[in-house]
C-alpha cells in the first residue's frame, strides 16, 4: 500500500514540472555593432526581468500589428571585472572587451512576428524576423510489435 501511495505521490509532483517554449536569440557584439547570429526555440525557462536597468540597450518582440508582446532593457556584457590578491590587498580592475557573444532569453509567442533592438540612444539596430521552428516532428500513431518465440 505505501508502494502505491510513493507512486501516486510521484505522478502528481512530476505532472507539475514541465518548461515553457522559449526563444533564445544569441547576438554578436563588435566594437560598437551587435548582429544577431542565430534564433533558437526550445523548451525551457526565462529569466524573471522585473528588475532592469534603467538606461541601456532595449529588445522587444511585437506582433504583426506592431504591438508589443514583450519588452526588456539590458546592459551590454562587455565589462569583465578582475580582482587579484597581490601581498594581501586586493587590486581590482575592470576589462572592456572589443568582442564578444552573448544570448538572450525571452518567452516564446505564437503571434511574435519581429524581434526590435534599440541602442541606448533608441535608434533602431535590430529589425529581424522571428522564427517559427517547430520543436519536434508531428507524432504519429505507430504500433510496435513485439513477437516472442
Known amino acids: 500500500m505505501r508502494k502505491i501511495i510513493y507512486i501516486i505521490m510521484f505522478f502528481i509532483l512530476i505532472a507539475g514540472v514541465y518548461a515553457d517554449k522559449v ?7 563588435d566594437n560598437g555593432k551587435i548582429t544577431l547570429k542565430q534564433q533558437i526555440i ?3 525557462y526565462y529569466p524573471d526581468r522585473n528588475v532592469q536597468v534603467e538606461e541601456g540597450y532595449v ?3 511585437v506582433d504583426n500589428q ?3 508582446l514583450y519588452s526588456f532593457r539590458f546592459e551590454l556584457p562587455n565589462k569583465l571585472y578582475t580582482d587579484v590578491i597581490k601581498n594581501n590587498t586586493i587590486n581590482g580592475n575592470v ?3 572589443n ?8 518567452p516564446y509567442f ?3 512576428v519581429k524581434l526590435l533592438c534599440y541602442n541606448p540612444e533608441e535608434y533602431e539596430i535590430i529589425n529581424q524576423d522571428v522564427e517559427k521552428i ?5 507524432k504519429t500513431n505507430k504500433w510496435l510489435w513485439i513477437y516472442t518465440i
Open 95 to 97: 576589462i572592456i572587451l
Open 110 to 112: 505564437d503571434g511574435a
Open 59 to 61: 529588445c522587444k518582440l
Open 134 to 138: 517547430i520543436l519536434s516532428p508531428k
Open 42 to 44: 526550445k523548451e525551457g
Open 99 to 106: 568582442e564578444t557573444d552573448f544570448s538572450l532569453i525571452m
Open 66 to 68: 506592431g504591438k508589443e
Open 23 to 29: 526563444s533564445i536569440f544569441n547576438f554578436n557584439y
